[in-house]
């Protein structure tokens, strides 16, 4: 059982910084892979990032490609979510996962329960 905790969201101007910050619970945090989701109001919600359980591999949606940073330190259990030059419609509430799965985008098992990103224009 693995237990995710999302911090590190708030309200930012356009082209300003946040970063997110998700804790997990487990001994086993160093075995999965991690991603970060985001869901607007009124949008499905949608693939971010992810990072392999080692933090050798990771992979990156076009939106955020060049913006986002993701890492992982899995001595303290944690991954970040380094986000620069944030845009309007960055604005949505973002989830940390957590899974075992071969897909990027899919098959995360454990998920947060989320933290409000809100970027002004």
């Known amino acids: 059982q693995v237990q995710l905790v999302e911090s590190g969201g708030g309200l930012v101007q356009a082209g300003g910084s946040l970063r997110l910050s998700c804790l997990t619970s487990?001994?086993?945090?160093?075995?999965?892979?991690m991603g970060w989701f985001r869901q607007a109001p009124g949008k499905e919600r949608e693939f971010v990032v992810g990072?392999?359980?080692?933090?050798?591999?990771?992979y990156y949606s076009d939106s955020v490609k060049g913006r986002f940073a993701i890492s992982r330190d899995n001595a303290k259990n944690t991954v970040l979510l380094q986000m620069n030059r944030l845009k309007p419609e960055d604005t949505a509430v973002y989830y940390c996962?957590?899974?075992?799965?071969?897909?990027?985008?899919?098959?995360?098992?454990?998920w947060g329960p989320g933290t409000q990103v809100t970027v002004s224009s």
């Open positions: 996962a957590a899974g075992s799965g071969s897909s990027w985008k899919a098959g995360y098992e454990y």
């Open positions: 487990g001994r086993t945090f160093s075995s999965y892979a």
């Open positions: 990072i392999g359980w080692n933090g050798v591999s990771t």
